[in-house]
């Protein structure tokens, strides 16, 4: 059983605890080689685990979202969350709940927020990072996006994690299990695999686009 600084229970999100002690346990062992990088926060969850690991290795993980929610969030749909909502803004914001997750946890120092769509910030990305966990937009465009945008950034070996993998279209929507299919097409190599949970470590094969060509780096 792994030690959190505070409980996950008590943050607002939709990871497993099975899932958390895998992803830990993952960043435990990558964190040292280079930083670690989370595409999709919400309020910061999957955040405590990977940047706790991170923190006991003297590592450091970037956590991008642009904070607005996913679709699944928006008003009217199943996920929709009020007390999220900024009524000045016209929109979801879930950083102020991620940087108070950071507070309490004590992560401020190990844990960088950047705030911004994972396809820009990835354009712009040079540093090698040792792990990758996907947990962004759910549909076809976005989970590209991510996939292209961010696995030729992994150093050769490092681990690809990807949530909400669902073999069964009737448990859950396709997009996620669609670039894991792609990431055992491209030469990453399934290592364990947690519920919806789908870890990989690359051998540093060459992508194959489906949106355009391999970013620069």
Not at 24 to 44: K, T
Not at 100 to 108: F, G, H
């Amino acid at each position: 059983m792994i030690q959190l600084p505070i409980d996950p229970t008590t943050i607002k999100g939709f990871l497993d605890p099975a899932e958390g002690e895998a992803l830990y346990r993952a960043a435990l062992a990558e964190a040292p080689r280079a930083p670690c990088v989370e595409i999709g926060s919400y309020c910061g969850k999957s955040t405590l685990y990977l940047g706790a690991a991170c923190k006991a290795v003297g590592g450091t993980l970037f956590c991008i979202d642009h904070h607005r929610g996913s679709e699944e969030n928006q008003p009217g749909w199943e996920w929709h969350d009020a007390e999220l909502w900024d009524e000045a803004a016209g929109a979801l914001d879930s950083l102020p709940a991620l940087r108070r997750t950071l507070r309490a946890a004590d992560l401020e120092e190990s844990v960088v927020p950047v705030v911004g769509r994972s396809a820009l910030i990835a354009r712009h990305w040079r540093t090698p990072i040792s792990l990758l966990f996907i947990d962004g937009g759910h549909t076809r465009a976005a989970a590209d996006a991510d996939y292209e945008g961010w696995t030729p950034r992994l150093m050769a070996g490092g681990v690809l994690a990807i949530h909400d993998v669902f073999p069964d279209p009737a448990k859950g929507g396709r997009p996620p299990f669609e670039i894991y299919r792609r990431a055992l097409e491209n030469g990453f190599a399934e290592i364990a695999a947690v519920k919806s949970l789908r870890l990989l470590r690359s051998a540093r094969a060459r992508l194959k686009s489906r949106t355009g060509p391999r970013p620069p780096g």
